[in-house]
């Protein structure tokens, strides 16, 4: 990919972001209102639930025999090595807010988080090889977006870094890998056909996401009216 | 697994391979004749036909939902981003040799290095995750075993290292790997279930390679007696 | 699964139909306006997207390990056999309507339409091996819910049963397999994480089905207002 | 396929079945001795244990999207659907000559009987989608080349029909497999390409079958030396 090419690429992003966080409920809410713990620990149990496949479907890109690069390949099994068990950083940000979570008892994931993963692997083993850098693209690289939402979690909630670790340790991982998936791209996303795949796949992972985080925000207002099993647990578990 | 059960293991695989190394029509043949060139040329094809899935096959182990050990699942992926491409090296050999053959013009795989492979994937995505450490084990630790015949390979055709990258390399980047091997089969094989998967693949892998050498063995035979495409295309690509 | 449990998903599902039917806007659309001949167009196009994938999910549920039931495996393959090829009723229907389209043809599905697919691949080989039948459940039996806008899009459009044989042969061939899915789910959906597997998938597949619907209608409104390249794809072939 | 091609792999099918009859130990030791009963419930244990994968990897061609024949795929899941569960007729077999083996209590697979079911996923789901057939294409037609040995194990064990469905059943179902598989070959296998990678597929797997045999052989052989644990439970569970 030609660098005016990614520059374009660089600004449907933006324009991405811009659109879904201002649809995202889950995100105005936290804007306007002081955050509930909950509805934050909610979020990063759904967050452990996804994050615990990416080196998977990861991994899965690199051993596709339609591959055909080996850089690439090599990228996808170094970015999977890197990104194995970083789930547990989100349960140890769970469990250091005040929760006390075995890893096999959080609760199942959200039907929205589940829709989340089945796309990830869908595109990770069929279609285009080099569609998921499209989802790796906006994660690896969206803390500029998000830092602003992050800050107000950390202000409402009082938390330090040590219970952001998911989001502190990864803003920093990320800024290299942010760096390596850029790269990337530019050589081996080069026909219009790998352009719109790839662009495909940032935008509807990204949408995905966002409809988690609502999903996540959805299941605190039934919390809130008194019917969800989720934000039971979660307070059954707090301190408890 | 202990210090002990590892010497078992490994006087199990000294064993195994008196016994491989003695039953083989290939090995045998090398080691009582002057080394036709075709022979080695074709079974650094058959080398070239499964080498080509051993990173893909060793992630594939890393990305199982079961695996459930961070550390293994690291060396799973670390160890399929230093397989990535090897078989470019038997290929390199092979026309290092003298013989002009690009990737896509190699002949099909033997039905025996077809059983190989699919036996490796089916190791690596069933049954016990620790199972293919038995595979492992073997191939990154074989050059003690097969030396002497690499050194008669060697003289018979007047081979200097750059013909030989595949095994010279191999034997350097294995040692290492050999060691790590160690270390992980140390770390999670547990019990005596585990002991037993992991012997099991061991044997089965390293008779399976012995069945491909010694098709490779018939099919020269065949060759010779002059029926054989393989030798027929071999002998046309030969300073071709 | 007993009567009474049996009764309640009913009407679970028909409390879903209700939600879904009257938030989306392509239904709202139909009901409301004059049907547009590229809307019910494209909207085939997306069935013949997904419902190419349903006969191999389905037997992708049989061909699993932990399946453990030979009856409900039956089941599956049976009803794979049967769907085998229905895509191409859609693709029948719309040339019937005087668009030219070979198979090969087609616009690409809209991301909605893979999240569609890739979840119902993730839910046939993942999880809960009952939980597809969620998806059958409503999927063969939903004509009576749909029932109203078909009329609606038959007489806007003056289609007769010749240019509606995806729906009208499914209404037909659907009532069997509703009997068998139903005496299926009462006899392997047995314990009330079942019953939750089941009903969640229930409800996804049909938001997701529904989000599809919406994505047609979305991509619709595009098109007139000029930048739709589906919608000028169609614009093109049709009676072209 | 046409006629004279078909013909000529009948006539392929006969010299090797001739040639692995000869070859075989196992089937020698049946010929020239009074039949163990331990040797022939040793091999209904591996009959069981590759026969319960059948209909699965046979699914998984008809799931491939590669496929790209309705009339095939049909056949596929409609094959897999008679399949299912065919290895109870094995067990019940074994049962019946006086052993007591739940389902889940036989030993495992031996690991000749691991690499055939390996190979056989890897032909079903890699490579050539129509190249099963040359599986299905001796199995299901076997039964004229080992009646003799069956004859012979029925005698010398005093079998009756009941003690042989697996044999007995197949013989009959597969009368009528054996025509639609013929039927299916003539229908796509069109091309050189097609009729080698059938070709090999069917030496392959009866290849691997009678290796699996003689593996059954070499396991009796140990026990009567005093170190098959196999041997000794089959002891165990005779009339126990």
Redesign the interface.
């Known amino acids: 990919m030609q660098h005016e090419s990614f520059n374009k690429l660089n600004f449907a992003l933006k324009k991405l972001w811009d659109r879904e966080l201002s649809r995202s409920k889950f995100i105005n809410f936290i804007e306007n209102n002081q955050v509930p713990k909950h509805l934050y620990a909610q979020y990063l149990i759904e967050t452990y639930h996804y994050t615990q496949h990416n080196?998977?479907?990861q991994?899965?890109v690199?051993?596709?025999?339609d591959i055909n690069n080996?850089s690439y390949?090599?990228f996808c099994?170094?970015h999977?090595?890197e990104e194995?068990?970083h789930q547990m950083m989100a349960l140890n940000d769970i469990n250091n807010m005040g929760y006390r979570f075995d890893e096999n008892e959080l609760p199942k994931a959200l039907?929205q988080t589940?829709?989340l993963?089945?796309?990830l692997?869908?595109?990770s083993t069929?279609g285009n090889p080099i569609q998921r850098l499209g989802y790796s693209f906006w994660a690896e690289n969206c803390y500029s977006y998000i830092a602003p939402i992050l800050k107000k979690v950390r202000t409402d909630l009082d938390l330090a870094d040590k219970h952001m670790t998911f989001f502190v340790a990864h803003a920093e991982i990320d800024s290299d890998h942010s760096a390596e998936v850029e790269r990337m791209i530019k050589k081996v996303c080069l026909t219009e056909q790998d352009s719109r795949d790839l662009s495909?796949v940032m935008?509807?992972s990204l949408?995905?996401t966002v409809n988690m985080m609502d999903a996540v925000f959805e299941d605190y207002q039934a919390f809130r009216a008194g019917h969800s099993d989720r934000g039971t647990l979660l307070e059954a578990r707090l301190n408890g």
């Open positions: 080196a998977l479907n991994a899965l690199g051993a596709r025999m080996f390949q090599r099994f170094h999977a090595e194995v068990g039907p589940t829709v993963i089945a796309y692997y869908w595109i069929q495909e935008e509807t949408v995905l």
